[in-house]
């Protein structure tokens, strides 16, 4: 039958999607039709697959040639479709009539030679493997370039096999000479990379404690400070609180990351965003066409620090809005649209006013009320309602910076700190199933009682200040966080004190 059907993997933004690649053979006058929507990138791989049978020892069959690639609705650009076309048309023209397709998935791109060349995101196309596997209940089997098969090794449940060309990919699948072995990962002992500890930052107790807080129930924080306080300091230090990633969720970020072309690793650490202020609006969020991932993305499961947040473009900063309540940013283009996850901890810093020194005890501060207000604008009142901890971060003195010698005996280190941030997080999953950050409104009403006295302490308080709902609910959160780092039960009235000091306007921030 001149008709072979074959299998391989595309992505629409981060998400995978199966292409069904089916190559029909038809008498008329020589011809080779692409269709399924391909971009430029495969309409130029007619010339790279008719080169590559012709140079492996296939015959190139003198017939209509028709491929098509489903769905037929979904834009398509990849050259890691040259090697399931090159044997759709061997198998079609009868040329592997003994081999068994049905349970392969094919990547690679074709020189001219016939040999296997580097696709892109070879991690990723093992993880798109592994859950079409799982989705059709059956084991399968990759196929890919031998120079990143290792890589793709890595993803446990998915059988990767590694060819240098086309003849040696097909060869195995007919069982002719040796077989290509299935790729192993090998695992190299490597020494941790070192992370900054939070024992190395002097003073800022009130800080800290704020971070922990943050850490522990996933809790949108601000530091604010003049400028050399520690506020970049303490942020960075902020990912050594937070717990090692799942498996599941190291192999989708690891994906992530292999999309963005930045790494081919499978590693458990929570990813730490770093964006510069000067970043657009596709670089932060996302976008493109096709959509591709931003950096709130390449932030999911960890942290997205902003550095001197008032100095990003406004327009970006607004567009975290919804990110922020959803931990996930929709993308819309003409004929399709792309959803990424961002679910991160997000931490921002800043200074109190353009010269850096208001409320400063020392130094004094040279801007006109008019310059503050437009400066601290900059963050909007929806915007900073969403943060849930905010800390003034002031200059320590120079004489404890100094003492040195009792720096290791008087500081927590961040494996002490990160013990009790597992503690909490394991209470709160007990709990509710969720972090206290991302319990809704009636999880709210179940888990956040206060004894007496502290549910009248926030009711003068939200009605002193009018409060919206939301900064209400954000209260209690962070009180029902604070309560589970004690191992509390009930949240009591020094809970919801602290939460509200956390909330309260700092110093010159109105």
Not at 403 to 410: A, D, G, K, L
Request: charged residues 20%; contains cysteine; glycine residues 8%.
């Amino acid at each position: 039958m001149p008709l072979a059907t074959l299998h391989s993997l595309t992505f629409v933004g981060v998400r995978p999607v199966a292409v069904q690649i089916e190559v029909h053979l038809s008498a008329g006058l020589p011809s080779f039709a692409l269709v399924g929507l391909p971009d430029t990138e495969i309409r130029e791989s007619k010339e790279r697959v008719r080169s590559a049978l012709l140079n492996s020892g296939f015959e190139f069959p003198s017939q209509r040639i028709t491929v098509n690639l489903a769905p037929a609705d979904l834009p398509k650009g990849s050259a890691a479709f040259d090697l399931a076309v090159a044997l759709g048309i061997a198998s079609a023209s009868g040329q592997l009539a003994k081999a068994d397709l049905t349970d392969w998935l094919f990547a690679g791109e074709l020189s001219l030679s016939g040999a296997l060349t580097s696709v892109r995101s070879p991690f990723a196309l093992a993880v798109a493997a592994r859950k079409e596997a799982a989705q059709r209940h059956r084991p399968l089997k990759l196929m890919m370039p031998k120079t990143q098969a290792a890589v793709s090794a890595a993803v446990p449940d998915i059988a990767v096999f590694g060819a240098n060309n086309l003849f040696e990919a097909a060869a195995h699948l007919v069982g002719h000479g040796e077989p290509i072995a299935q790729q192993t990962h090998n695992i190299t002992d490597t020494a941790p990379k070192a992370t900054p500890d939070m024992s190395e930052v002097v003073g800022h107790q009130t800080a800290k404690h704020a971070l922990l807080a943050a850490a522990a129930g996933q809790h949108h924080i601000r530091l604010v400070g003049p400028p050399g306080s520690g506020k970049s300091m303490l942020a960075q230090r902020t990912g050594g609180l937070l717990p090692a990633l799942p498996f599941e969720d190291s192999l989708e970020i690891s994906a992530i990351r292999s999309l963005k072309g930045e790494s081919d690793q499978l590693s458990p650490a929570r990813p730490f965003r770093n964006p510069h202020p000067s970043s657009s609006m596709a670089a932060l969020i996302g976008g493109g066409n096709p959509p591709s991932p931003g950096e709130i993305t390449l932030a999911h499961q960890g942290i997205l620090f902003t550095d001197e947040v008032l100095e990003f473009d406004r327009r970006c900063l607004e567009s975290l809005r919804e990110p922020l309540e959803t931990g996930r940013v929709n993308i819309s283009r003409s004929g399709h649209q792309a959803s990424f996850p961002a679910r991160f901890l997000w931490v921002c810093a800043h200074n109190p006013c353009p010269c850096g020194w208001l409320g400063h005890p020392v130094k004094e501060c040279r801007c006109t009320p008019d310059q503050v207000r437009k400066y601290q604008g900059k963050l909007s009142g929806p915007l900073a309602d969403r943060l849930d901890i905010s800390v003034d971060v002031q200059a320590v003195d120079h004489a404890s910076l100094l003492q040195t010698s009792n720096t290791s005996v008087t500081n927590t280190g961040s494996a002490e700190l990160l013990t009790q941030v597992i503690k909490a997080r394991k209470i709160q999953m007990a709990r509710q199933g969720c972090l206290n950050g991302e319990m809704t409104a009636g999880q709210i009403t179940m888990h956040c009682k206060s004894e007496s006295t502290g549910e009248k302490l926030l009711l003068s308080y939200a009605q002193k200040h009018h409060l919206s709902a939301r900064a209400l609910h954000r209260i209690c959160r962070v009180a029902r966080t604070l309560a589970d780092l004690e191992e509390e039960t009930h949240i009591q009235k020094k809970h919801i004190a602290t939460a509200i000091q956390y909330r309260k306007p700092l110093n010159g921030i109105k």
